[in-house]
């Protein structure tokens, strides 16, 4: 239909001198014909592309090209001079992650772009189209005329064709990406950070993210007006955004686009567009889920600073060690080991080192004590933003996990927007932002020296989140959103509403480390945790990441075993997910199978409103008797007045069986399916 249009716009202005010049379309559709592509140059060269499902507009034209800073843009004067089309089929598997086996099935366009004068720079855009989405990125050619590379902006557009709804979160404020979802028309979003998932008033949803952010800057969403928006590139330490020597590709931009808000989750788009696993065999990493010395200090009840609340204590620690071996945990957490933190860390990181612990802290003792109960530590280098810092110990850091057997890291990079610190080209520290190209080369770089010696990387205040996982499977998850530590102390903390919109946005993008499965409602923020229990034991379910915390203090998991129960059973790992039921913002209902055996879970979470959901369980082997172990809402359970309230109880069911789950207001409902043997 696009391609039709394009023919009667071309028919109508034949007689316009300039139109002559353009060139002939480029076309190509997925594998399963649900969404098509085009690219076009107008009359003055200027390409753009427009996006199809099922012949029907989804992205109206949109602009492609970039602003250099020394060189003349390159966003006109253009023909098409050459394209290709090819197809793949194949099936690929996770070393861990939300299914096994993982199917990448597209159709690919590459397009040539040449200047038709002047410099005659070439430029090629290829596109690679799936049947619930596509992904785009720019490959520089090697070439005489272009050699360095330097990006003041990028010009891509995307123009949605169709009103609706938008969920979103601001870019360029000063906490990063630590915002409250906003829901708008989609004409009323602003600066936008990715993903930005949209509902159209057809029903149709669309994520708009990025994939594989190797060496480049972070792009977010600028609306130009109506629905038109454009990517904004985070800024480099001078007036290049980004500084590339050719040949070069960029991220993918991507599309994930499905009739369901469980489709969007259901896509595999943003794995698919990184390349395969550079690692070879990395399992010496196992999913785990992990206590530790945390939720402690955000309730102010410990402190990282050394004295006389310090939490990082040989005793405490030896504690939770205990605690993490008598229940199954795989991995104990400690915070505020390290000298540097009784300075003013915050935005700073000066102080820190990363191999010498603090007076009250034996990490050798404390070391060999985890490795004789069979429980790993996971280390926690708090960078308080200073990059350059942490890249000085960087190997000698990684050096004492390897030989301590600290087989998971924690990073932090706690500072303001623009207020990580770097090392320039120049030898000199600059101020740069979290998700700039500075910071994208050094995460990188951690990644890669850590799996040189079997270490797991979980950064949190990250750069976002792009699937680099399939290339790197030690970069395991990370924070990237308010996470859980906004209910201990947030002005406010995160509403009832916040999981059910993370799931369809932030969580698209990959793993989180939320921190779930508190059972101590009360904090410091006006509305404590703004949940029933049975939500956050859903939200093991709901929310994936290899690596997941209990994040509660001990004695209340120790005072209520039943809850905890499910707690200690929930895995990390699956050999396959499907979403039964969700709306973004609203509620979903997210079943997935253990990868260790035949046991199935389920987590539905709502918002603040409560609901009646259906979940049929077609999902378990036909014939076969399954125990289902439940924790639901009690009847009075509500997120403001009865958060305890849960029952826990058990059924026997089949494939043949739809569950009705009632679930309270701020409530949930997660459930154990055991085979009958």
Request: charged share 25%; no cysteine.
């Amino acid at each position: 239909m696009l391609r039709l249009f394009a023919l009667v716009g071309a028919l109508l202005l034949v007689s316009t001198p300039s139109l002559a010049q353009s060139s002939a379309p480029a076309h190509a559709a997925s594998p399963g014909a649900v969404l098509s592509v085009e690219v076009t140059t107008d009359g003055d060269g200027r390409p753009s592309y427009t996006v199809a499902r099922y012949g029907q507009p989804v992205i109206l034209p949109s602009k492609l090209g970039f602003l250099l800073v020394d060189a003349p843009k390159l966003d006109r004067n253009f023909a098409v001079v050459g394209q290709s089309t090819r197809s793949s089929d194949t099936t690929w598997e996770q070393p861990w992650g939300e299914r096994r086996f993982v199917r990448d099935r597209y159709t690919e366009l590459r397009v040539n772009l040449a200047e038709r004068g002047g410099l005659k720079r070439r430029l090629d855009v290829v596109f690679r189209l799936y049947d619930d989405g596509l992904g785009f990125r720019y490959e520089f050619p090697d070439q005489p005329s272009l050699k360095t590379v330097r990006i003041a902006e990028e010009l891509t557009e995307f123009t949605l064709a169709d009103a609706g709804t938008a969920w979103w979160i601001p870019a360029w404020e000063w906490n990063r990406e630590e915002y409250l979802y906003n829901r708008t028309p989609i004409d009323q979003v602003g600066d936008a950070q990715t993903p930005m998932t949209v509902r159209t008033d057809a029903g149709l949803h669309i994520a708009f993210h990025e994939a594989a952010l190797v060496d480049y800057a972070g792009m977010n969403l600028t609306k130009v007006e109506g629905r038109r928006f454009k990517a904004a590139l985070t800024p480099g330490l001078d007036a290049a955004k980004v500084v590339r020597e050719a040949p070069f590709p960029t991220p993918w931009r991507t599309m994930q686009i499905a009739d369901s808000a469980g489709g969007l989750i259901m896509s595999d788009l943003i794995l698919n567009l990184n390349e395969p696993n550079k690692l070879g065999d990395v399992s010496w990493f196992k999913p785990t889920k992990y206590v530790g010395i945390w939720w402690e200090m955000h309730l102010d009840k410990s402190t990282w600073a050394t004295g006389p609340h310090h939490g990082a204590t040989t005793e405490n620690a030896l504690r939770h060690i205990d605690f993490a071996a008598r229940n199954g945990f795989g991995g104990v957490l400690i915070e505020g080991w390290n000298q540097g933190w009784d300075g003013d860390w915050f935005g700073n990181g000066s102080d820190f080192s990363f191999t010498r612990p603090t007076a009250d802290f034996d990490l050798e003792k404390v070391a060999a004590y985890a490795k004789s109960k069979g429980v790993r530590l996971i280390g926690h280098n708090e960078t308080g933003g200073n990059a350059a810092v942490y890249e000085s110990q960087l190997e000698d850091a990684l050096d004492l996990d390897a030989r301590l057997g600290i087989d998971t890291v924690k990073t932090g990079y706690v500072a303001d927007a623009r207020g990580a610190q770097v090392m320039g080209d120049d030898g000199l520290v600059h101020f740069a932002w979290h998700e700039s190209q500075a910071m994208a080369r050094h995460h990188l770089r951690v990644v890669t020296e850590a799996a040189k010696r079997h270490v797991a990387i979980n950064p949190h205040e990250p750069i976002k989140d792009t699937g680099l996982r399939r290339t790197y499977p030690n970069w395991i998850s990370r924070e990237g959103a308010r996470g859980q530590e906004f209910n201990a102390w947030g002005q406010p903390g995160n509403p009832p509403e916040h999981e059910t919109n993370l799931v369809f946005t932030r969580l698209l993008a990959g793993p989180m480390d939320f921190t779930p499965g508190i059972f101590g409602m009360k904090t410091r923020s006006p509305d404590g945790v703004p949940t029933t229990w049975a939500k956050q034991l859903a939200l093991y379910v709901v929310i994936y990441s290899p690596i997941q915390m209990a994040a509660d203090l001990l004695e209340n998991y120790e005072a209520n075993p039943k809850p905890f129960q499910f707690i200690k059973d929930v895995p990390t790992d699956w050999a396959d997910t499907r979403v039964l039921n969700g709306e973004v913002g609203d509620f979903v209902t997210i079943a997935r199978k253990d990868r260790h055996s035949d046991a199935w879970y389920l987590g539905a979470i709502t918002d603040e409103n409560g609901r009646v959901l259906s979940a049929p369980l077609g999902f378990l082997d036909p014939g076969r008797k399954y125990k289902a172990q439940i924790y639901r809402d009690g009847a009075n359970a509500n997120w403001k007045t009865a958060r305890e309230d849960i029952v826990v109880e058990e059924r026997t069911v089949t494939s043949a069986d739809t569950l009705t789950l009632n679930l309270a207001p701020g409530g949930g409902q997660a459930i154990r399916f055991v085979p009958v043997r």
